[in-house]
């Protein structure tokens, strides 16, 4: 016997307090000199390629003069693109991204400064916005969450919200957004992939003359219906039978459905007799 509901899904985002630091996942392409704490920890520890430059400026000459003389350098001699950030509520650092990276993230080209100032200020202020939120505490994940049915035949079914997947380290809402409806998108369309052609088979015993399995999707083979029926001290019964008739059948699906049968059936049976049906 196999459930033909197919599964229900919602994500949510929320806060991602475990976000790590983008600056040391090695996925960064820019690189950092911070040149005036103010208190605050250096963002990166490796100044990047031109660090020995910038120690030798900076040991020279004061904070002002060795930030310019450090960034006509950069630009002259190696191609660099650089920005200089001083935000209110952070340390004062150098961004820099050397012309290979550009070329290679961005597709500029080296002999367009045009195009290789544009994409390189674009990787600058894209990681820079990634490390400030960051540390703003800022990031978010996405939560992928099924609907899962709890069955009780003296009470109401309870429907709960299971997690099943979640990914974090996002410091966009909009692109955790996106990521989120691409993932309930796979979700959803591998429950209904299973749902159409994970359906086992119907047992001998549920099959008519004409060699097809009777019609009413709620039935159970006798052998699984015995075990049930005896009771919770038989769940190994249970799973073996269940097992025995199809290994793919879901054991708490054919419990499930059992129990739903069985409650339909005395109900049926209650309103024939011209009893008042349980409330429960």
């Given at each position: 016997?196999?459930?033909?509901?197919?599964?229900?899904?919602?994500?949510?985002?929320?806060?991602?307090?475990?976000?790590?630091?983008?600056?040391?996942?090695?996925?960064?392409?820019?690189?950092?000199?911070?040149?005036?704490?103010?208190?605050?920890?250096p963002i990166d520890d490796d100044f990047g390629p031109l660090s020995?430059?910038?120690?030798?400026?900076?040991?020279?000459?004061?904070?002002?003069?060795?930030?310019?003389?450090?960034?006509?350098?950069?630009?002259?001699?190696?191609?660099?693109?650089?920005?200089?950030?001083?935000?209110?509520?952070?340390?004062?650092?150098?961004?820099?991204?050397?012309?290979?990276?550009?070329?290679?993230?961005?597709?500029?080209?080296?002999?367009?400064?045009?195009?290789?100032?544009?994409?390189?200020?674009?990787?600058?202020?894209?990681?820079?916005?990634?490390?400030?939120?960051?540390?703003?505490?800022?990031?978010?994940?996405?939560?992928?969450?099924?609907?899962?049915?709890?069955?009780?035949?003296?009470?109401?079914?309870?429907?709960?919200?299971?997690?099943?997947?979640?990914?974090?380290?996002?410091?966009?809402?909009?692109?955790?957004?996106?990521?989120?409806?691409?993932?309930?998108?796979?979700?959803?369309?591998?429950?209904?992939?299973?749902?159409?052609?994970?359906?086992?088979?119907?047992?001998?015993?549920?099959?008519?003359?004409?060699?097809?399995?009777?019609?009413?999707?709620?039935?159970?083979?006798?052998?699984?219906?015995?075990?049930?029926?005896?009771?919770?001290?038989?769940?190994?019964?249970?799973?073996?039978?269940?097992?025995?008739?199809?290994?793919?059948?879901?054991?708490?699906?054919?419990?499930?459905?059992?129990?739903?049968?069985?409650?339909?059936?005395?109900?049926?049976?209650?309103?024939?007799?011209?009893?008042?049906?349980?409330?429960?």
């Amino acid at each position: 016997m196999t459930s033909t509901l197919i599964p229900e899904f919602r994500y949510r985002i929320e806060h991602d307090e475990y976000a790590e630091n983008p600056r040391t996942t090695g996925a960064a392409v820019t690189n950092v000199i911070t040149f005036l704490r103010r208190n605050y920890l250096p963002i990166d520890d490796d100044f990047g390629p031109l660090s020995a430059a910038w120690m030798r400026l900076a040991y020279r000459y004061s904070s002002p003069l060795a930030v310019r003389i450090f960034e006509r350098y950069a630009r002259a001699i190696h191609g660099a693109v650089t920005l200089v950030d001083r935000p209110s509520d952070g340390a004062f650092a150098i961004w820099y991204v050397m012309p290979d990276d550009v070329d290679f993230w961005t597709g500029a080209k080296r002999g367009n400064p045009e195009q290789m100032e544009s994409g390189g200020l674009q990787l600058l202020r894209d990681e820079r916005d990634e490390y400030r939120s960051w540390a703003n505490n800022e990031a978010v994940r996405f939560v992928i969450e099924k609907r899962t049915t709890w069955t009780n035949p003296d009470h109401e079914d309870r429907d709960s919200w299971e997690e099943v997947e979640a990914v974090g380290g996002f410091f966009d809402e909009g692109e955790a957004e996106a990521e989120a409806r691409a993932a309930l998108s796979r979700r959803e369309e591998d429950a209904r992939w299973e749902a159409s052609s994970d359906t086992p088979t119907p047992p001998e015993n549920l099959k008519d003359e004409s060699g097809h399995g009777d019609e009413d999707e709620d039935e159970v083979p006798d052998v699984v219906w015995d075990a049930v029926v005896a009771g919770p001290a038989s769940l190994e019964r249970v799973v073996a039978a269940t097992e025995g008739e199809n290994p793919a059948w879901d054991v708490g699906s054919v419990i499930n459905e059992a129990v739903r049968v069985a409650v339909r059936t005395v109900r049926e049976f209650d309103a024939a007799q011209g009893r008042e049906p349980d409330p429960r």
